[in-house]
């Protein structure tokens, strides 16, 4: 008898063909995803898997789903995968074509933002795997263009992200018009509620796998935070860090695309040469998108600026450097926006600005991470710019709503004056004593060594209009 011992992709028993394209992908051993969903998915179960992308869960369930497959057959295709972005649908689209290379499997990846002509022209031509977004795989279906009779596998990746983009309609419209007999497998970075309620209209008796995120974050990538007290002072570090280091390959993530262009703009010639940055958001073409990524996979272009939902699906071996220029709203995209780096073994750093309105954010963050990121002071040689008075004020009150979240008996430190007092004069205005707070936050305010309060909100002698 032999005793399998080994951790190899020879144990699932796939053919010869996916052994030779897992070689080729240099997969030396299945990752602990991989381990979990490929016999269970061989086996025809249902698959509920809570893993982040950089575990290697798209191998996890294309590897079993090609082996099902097998060959090219009839003209309608037998499996349907889901993502929430085109970027992610295109990446998926060119695993399948990396890991199926060996074998005649005909697979389209259907999407929006251009003409679905040659979308429609493949389709006819035979497809057996499709991976779309849902909702141009909807425009195509009620177009008549997409046949579901043979439909046998569903995928859906990244479903935490698709409910959060608001796809849930389109995906029980699919999900009415789709064979009922299929086996149905369902991938998730997280498990909120309404992923929960997904599994169960979609999965039939499902086997959970999971793979822990914090046991991948925390062993190949460092995080730190820079507290810092605006906007401005965050594009000096930022400047500080790229000019005091070699650069590296770096994501940089905002939350807008209008954070994403004011960074790009402020790197772009003068931190950085202008060919090696490049800046992605939702209103730059599908073009121009897919050549930064491809610019920035080939090495030609270092830096990355990308808002979370055109970074969505970035697959990129070996970047160095993510930074959060803000702390991202959606708690769960922290974890997909550092897991870009440290990917498949390799170590990465993850840095975060964040300003004291944000506060509140990163520590529900550390509480999904279950780990505490460690702060450090600005550096000493970093301008730390004055807080412009409507920054400041903006900020006080997400700090005032924050608190009146978090206990509902909380009044309010601060509300703004309906008719505001004209900038200058007044010596020591009320409104000021009323707040309690701050009207602006100078230099001064950070005396060394930098208070971990940032001199924020009580030490506020100093701050007087100017
Ligand atoms: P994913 O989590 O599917 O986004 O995959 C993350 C990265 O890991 C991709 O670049 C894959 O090519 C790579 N990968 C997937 N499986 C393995 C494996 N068994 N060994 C090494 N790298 C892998």
Excluded: W
Aim: glycine share 6%.
């Amino acid at each position: 008898m032999i005793i399998d011992t080994e951790n190899t992709f020879e144990k699932f028993e796939l053919n010869r063909q996916l052994l030779n394209a897992i070689a080729d992908a240099g997969y030396t051993e299945p990752t602990p995803i991989q381990n979990k969903t490929i016999p269970l998915t061989l086996l025809g179960h249902d698959v509920l898997g809570i893993a982040q992308t950089g575990t290697g869960k798209t191998a996890a369930y294309l590897l079993p789903v090609l082996m099902k497959i097998k060959y090219a057959q009839g003209k309608l295709p037998r499996c349907l995968i889901f993502a929430p972005t085109r970027e992610l649908v295109i990446q998926i689209d060119k695993a399948v074509g990396e890991l199926a290379k060996y074998t005649d499997i005909r697979h389209v990846a259907l999407y929006g933002g251009l003409g679905p002509k040659t979308q429609i022209e493949t389709i006819q031509a035979g497809v057996d795997i499709i991976v779309s977004t849902p909702g141009r795989f909807m425009d195509l279906y009620l177009r008549g263009e997409i046949g579901v009779k043979d439909l046998k596998v569903m995928i859906l990746d990244e479903a935490d992200k698709m409910m959060d983009m608001g796809f849930m309609p389109q995906i029980r419209s699919i999900l009415e018009v789709i064979p009922r007999k299929r086996q149905n497998l369902l991938f998730s970075a997280t498990f909120p509620e309404k992923v929960e309620r997904l599994s169960y209209e979609f999965l039939e008796f499902p086997t959970r796998v999971e793979v822990s995120p914090q046991a991948t974050t925390a062993e190949t990538i460092k995080q730190r935070m820079f507290p810092v007290p605006n906007m401005q002072t965050k594009i000096n570090v930022l400047e500080y860090l790229f000019s005091t280091a070699e650069v590296q390959k770096t994501i940089i993530f905002t939350r807008s695309k209008d954070i994403a262009d004011a960074v790009y703009n402020s790197l772009n010639g003068r931190i950085i040469p202008k060919n090696q940055i490049r800046v992605i958001h939702a209103n730059k073409g599908q073009n121009t998108r897919i050549n930064s990524m491809d610019a920035f996979r080939e090495d030609v272009v270092k830096v990355l600026v990308a808002t979370d939902v055109a970074a969505r699906g970035i697959d990129i071996e070996h970047v160095t450097h993510v930074i959060n220029f803000d702390v991202p709203l959606i708690y769960e995209d922290y974890v997909h926006r550092i897991g870009r780096t440290g990917r498949a073994n390799n170590v990465g750093e993850a840095i975060t600005f964040l300003t004291p309105a944000e506060e509140y954010h990163i520590k529900k963050i550390e509480k999904i991470i279950r780990m505490e990121i460690p702060r450090e002071h600005i550096p000493i040689e970093v301008e730390i710019a004055t807080t412009p008075f409507d920054e400041n004020q903006a900020m006080l009150i997400e700090i005032d709503n924050q608190r009146k979240k978090e206990d509902p008996t909380f009044k309010g430190a601060f509300h703004e004056k309906k008719n505001p007092r004209p900038p200058v004069k007044k010596k020591s205005s009320s409104a000021k004593k009323s707040s309690g707070l701050p009207a602006n936050v100078t230099a001064k305010s950070f005396s060394s060594p930098r208070p971990k309060n940032y001199g924020f909100a009580k030490n506020n002698k100093s701050s007087k209009r100017k």
